[in-house]
């Protein structure tokens, strides 16, 4: 069973401040998908990353997928208040529903 | 589109009952899913659906039964409650680029 490891498990930073969460996997990832849980709110789809070595970009997000597709980070720069969440990191193993989640990171952001 | 939607919000059950969580999509998608999720461990596949009629087990089904007996409705039962099902429960529908929506989960007690 492939593990999903994500660190830190919570980072509280001040407002203008960049941060890194990180998700490692003990086995080749087939893609990555990254979400954010808002309190109260169900996960929300932020990016998948399929190649490894891929970089893509959400506005001030940064997604990196490792070269040897095992691992995976998130950048925020100059971070805000509306970051305030639950980044989760997941693994879609089969096409439509087996995702196999990381235990998240909690990010929050003060004013 | 109202996307996926799922009732009651809050649930509280004493031990030994059992209740039904709803949940529905308009988008008319053959995926769907039920997760719970627990502090620092995710979200966790309880059931998941590939269309109306099939069902399959998730990585922690025990406790738990569904049915799909339309594409919208994808219900999740609990048949006899225990205080290790207090979770917080998310159904899910997946389109054709594997991307999930998430409803606003219901959060369930059991005393």
């Known amino acids: 069973t492939q593990l999903l490891e994500q660190s830190p498990q919570f980072l509280s930073i001040q407002e203008g401040e960049n941060l890194t969460v990180y998700c490692n996997s003990s086995?080749?990832?087939?893609?990555l998908q990254w979400y954010r849980q808002e309190p109260g709110e169900g996960p929300v789809l932020l990016v998948t990353v399929v190649t490894g070595g891929e970089v893509k970009k959400l506005k001030r997000l940064t997604f990196q997928f490792g070269d040897a597709r095992k691992d995976s980070s998130l950048h925020i720069t100059a971070a805000q208040p509306g970051d305030t969440g639950l980044y989760l990191c997941?693994?879609?193993?089969?096409?439509?529903?087996?995702?196999?989640f990381g235990g998240g990171t909690r990010v929050l952001v003060k004013p | 589109n109202a996307g996926v939607t799922q009732t009651p919000k809050f649930q509280v059950l004493k031990t030994g009952q059992s209740m039904t969580l709803q949940c529905a999509q308009d988008?008319?998608?053959?995926?769907m899913s039920w997760y719970r999720q627990d502090p620092g461990m995710g979200l966790r596949l309880i059931h998941y659906?590939?269309?109306?009629?099939?069902?399959d087990q998730g990585e922690v089904p025990n406790g738990y039964n569904v049915s799909r007996s339309t594409t919208e409705d994808f219900p999740l039962r609990l048949l006899s409650a225990a205080p290790s099902q207090t979770s917080v429960y998310f159904c899910?529908?997946?389109?054709?680029?594997?991307?999930?929506?998430f409803g606003p989960g219901t959060r369930l007690t059991v005393t």
């Open positions: 988008m008319n998608h053959e995926y």
């Open positions: 086995s080749v990832f087939s893609s």
């Open positions: 997941a693994d879609p193993r089969a096409a439509g529903n087996k995702l196999t």
């Open positions: 899910a529908s997946t389109d054709r680029a594997n991307e999930q929506y």
């Open positions: 659906s590939v269309g109306a009629g099939i069902t």
